[in-house]
């Protein structure tokens, strides 16, 4: 079973920083591509950031140019660098493999919340 625990979040004001970190438990990080996701109240979860196994990156439109992913392959660990926050990134922040079915899946962390006040 995989287990999932994300950390890092909390209160930041626009403008400002956080970095999420994402521990991974079982075999998926050493062989699949690691994605960052959220859900903001009241809307479908989405994809944030996705990195392979071997680095590469691929961010969505909102978070390009002020996220930044990256993994630990030693310490399974994934991480999300946020920069420039806005009030509009204010969400639960998840993380899990990433495949093109992700929307499919039902296995998901406790999630950490992160919120941006203006």
């Known amino acids: 079973q995989v287990h999932l625990v994300e950390s890092g979040g909390g209160l930041a004001q626009a403008g400002g920083s956080l970095r999420l970190s994402c521990a991974v438990s079982?075999?998926?990080?050493?062989?699949?591509?690691m994605g960052w996701y959220r859900q903001a109240p009241g809307k479908q979860r989405e994809l944030v950031a996705h990195i392979t196994n071997s680095g590469r990156t691929n961010y969505a439109d909102s978070v390009k140019g002020r996220f930044t992913i990256s993994r630990d392959n030693v310490k399974n660990t994934v991480y999300l660098q946020m920069s420039n926050l806005k009030p509009e990134d204010t969400a639960v922040y998840y993380c899990?493999?990433?495949?093109?079915?992700?929307?499919?899946?039902?296995?998901w962390g406790q999630g950490t919340q992160v919120t941006v006040s203006s």
């Open positions: 079982g075999s998926i990080f050493s062989i699949n591509p």
């Open positions: 899990n493999s990433y495949t093109t079915r992700w929307p499919e899946y039902d296995h």
